[in-house]
């Protein structure tokens, strides 16, 4: 079956750092593929998608890569603030395969 | 415009009780698509509708599990009978495309189940 997978150990880095998350899938050819954030508590928030023609897509301090030999994305951060404190999960497919998340913290 | 609604935010039952979770869609969203999460796993998808059809039911579990959305009114996800297994972070998420539709998906709050 379909999956993805992200490093389940926490991120921790400081302010000003760039963050780097780090989503595999397995056993399917997404045509796409999502980054969302989750704060504790709530509901996940979209923050950007990615096809598979695409290398690189980019929205202000976030940039996400898409490596369809390597069967990875990539979910940076430049300059990292600690309001950017989260767990951030990668998702794919039609019906939205998600991995369980990275959480990310980010020390002052 | 307001968001995605889900209620209640939190539901304590019983074992053999029944649950009722409601989603209320963004406006102009007629697809809906309902998530679980466990503690300490991902979400995991469960069914998808469009107004008045079931598209895809195939993380829901064959028994106790059901879910609509009338023509008119909200999605509502229903557990019959509950286990204590069925305590989780219940998400809907409503978008403007369907399945094979790169939209992004907007999520509601979540309904918290606790089953005593």
């Known amino acids: 079956s379909q999956k993805i997978e992200q490093n389940s150990e926490a991120l921790n880095i400081q302010e000003g750092k760039t963050a780097t998350l780090t989503c595999n899938y397995t056993?399917?050819?997404?045509?796409?593929l999502q980054w969302y954030r989750q704060d504790p508590g709530r509901g996940p928030v979209f923050l950007l998608l990615?096809?598979?023609?695409?290398k690189e897509k980019r929205k202000e301090r976030l940039k996400v890569t898409f490596d369809t030999t390597l069967k990875q994305s990539l979910f940076h951060i430049t300059a990292s603030q600690p309001a950017d404190s989260a767990t951030y999960l990668c998702?794919?497919?039609?019906?939205?395969?998600f991995g369980k998340g990275t959480m990310l913290l980010v020390s002052p | 415009n307001a968001g995605v609604m889900q209620n209640p935010r939190h539901l304590v039952r019983r074992r053999g009780q029944e649950a009722r979770l409601r989603c209320s869609p963004m406006?102009?969203?007629?697809?809906v698509y309902w998530y679980r999460q466990l503690p300490e796993e991902g979400l995991k998808f469960m069914v998808y509708?469009?107004?008045?059809?079931?598209?895809?039911e195939s993380g829901m579990p064959k028994e106790r599990f059901s879910a609509e959305f009338p023509k008119e009114g909200p999605s509502i996800l229903r557990i019959q009978q509950v286990v204590r297994g069925d305590s989780a972070a219940y998400f809907c998420?409503?978008?403007?495309?369907?399945?094979?539709?790169?939209?992004?998906?907007?999520f509601g709050p979540g309904t918290r189940l606790t089953v005593l």
């Open positions: 998420a409503t978008a403007l495309g369907g399945t094979g539709s790169s939209d992004e998906q907007f």
């Open positions: 509708l469009q107004k008045e059809n079931i598209i895809d």
């Open positions: 056993n399917y050819s997404p045509a796409y």
């Open positions: 990615i096809r598979e023609n695409e």
């Open positions: 406006k102009g969203h007629s697809h």
């Open positions: 998702a794919g497919g039609s019906t939205l395969t």
